[in-house]
C-alpha cells in the first residue's frame, strides 16, 4: 500500500533560521511528488512537481529535492509570510490519477 | 479569476439532510478531481473524472456519497442523509489534459460542511 508520512508535524522558526522539512514515501511505482502549501480555510496551493530522483526544483526562498525513498523542502532565511502547512502527495503508476496525500508540516516563523 | 471555485463556502446541515456542493474547474481542464479533508489530515481521494466520464470512484466512502459531471464542465458532489462523520472540508481540483498522469491539479477553496 502507498504511504506517504511528513515529519516533522509541527515547526517553529525564527525569521532567517533555515530548516528543511521531510516527506518519506513508499509507492509501487512513482509518477510524480508533489508539494502544496495551504494556508488556513484555503485549498492547497502548488508549488513543486518532482518526477524522478536527483531532480531538484526551486523557487524563491523554498527548494526541493528527490530520492528515491524521501522529499526533502529546504527553506532559506524564512519569513513570517511562509507559515502555512505544507503538504506532500505522490501520484503513483498503480493507482490512477489521484494524489495520496501526507498529514502535512506545520510551519510557524515568528519575527 | 481563473481559478477553480467551489459553492458554497460553507454549509451546515441536520443529521440526515441531503447536501449539494457545487465545483467550477478552470476553463479548460479535462480532469477534475474530489477529496475530503478532515480536521488536521491531508486530502483524502474521492473520485475522479476525466470529462463527464467518471473514471475512479473508489475513494468514496459509502453510497450515501454521489458526484456527477454531466457536461463535462461544472461538477456537483452529493451527500445523501449526512451523518457528523461527513464533516470536513471538501476540496475540488482540476487538472488540463485527459491523462490526469504527472499533471499539476490546481485546488478550490474548499466547502466546509458541518453536519450537527
Known amino acids: 500500500e502507498d504511504q506517504v508520512t511528513q515529519s516533522p508535524e509541527a515547526l517553529r522558526l525564527q525569521e532567517g533560521e533555515s530548516s528543511s522539512l521531510n516527506c518519506s514515501y513508499t509507492?509501487?511505482?512513482?509518477?510524480?511528488l508533489f508539494w502544496y502549501r495551504q494556508d488556513p480555510g484555503k485549498g492547497p496551493e502548488f508549488l513543486f512537481t518532482l518526477y524522478s530522483a536527483g531532480e531538484e526544483k526551486e523557487k524563491e526562498r523554498l527548494k526541493a529535492t528527490l530520492t528515491k525513498k524521501e522529499s526533502f523542502l529546504h527553506i532559506t532565511a524564512p519569513k513570517p509570510e511562509d507559515s502555512a502547512t505544507y503538504l506532500c502527495a505522490v501520484q503513483a503508476s498503480g493507482s490512477g490519477y489521484a494524489l495520496n496525500f501526507g498529514k502535512g508540516t506545520s510551519l510557524l516563523v515568528t519575527p | 479569476g481563473a481559478g477553480v471555485s467551489q459553492s458554497p463556502r460553507y454549509k451546515v446541515a441536520k443529521r440526515g439532510q441531503d447536501v449539494a456542493l457545487r465545483c467550477d474547474p478552470i476553463s479548460g481542464h479535462v480532469s477534475l478531481f474530489w477529496y475530503q479533508q478532515a480536521l488536521g489530515q491531508g486530502p483524502e481521494f474521492l473520485t475522479y473524472f476525466q470529462n463527464e466520464a467518471q473514471l475512479d470512484k473508489s475513494g468514496l466512502p459509502s453510497d450515501r456519497f454521489f458526484a456527477e459531471r454531466p457536461e463535462g464542465s461544472v461538477s456537483t458532489l452529493k451527500i445523501q442523509r449526512t451523518q457528523q462523520e461527513d464533516s470536513a472540508v471538501y476540496l475540488c481540483?482540476?487538472?488540463?489534459?485527459?491523462?490526469?498522469?504527472?499533471?499539476?491539479?490546481?485546488f478550490g477553496p474548499g466547502t466546509r460542511l458541518l453536519v450537527l
Open positions: 481540483a482540476s487538472s488540463l489534459g485527459g491523462t490526469g498522469a504527472r499533471e499539476t491539479q490546481y
Open positions: 509507492v509501487s511505482g512513482l509518477r510524480g
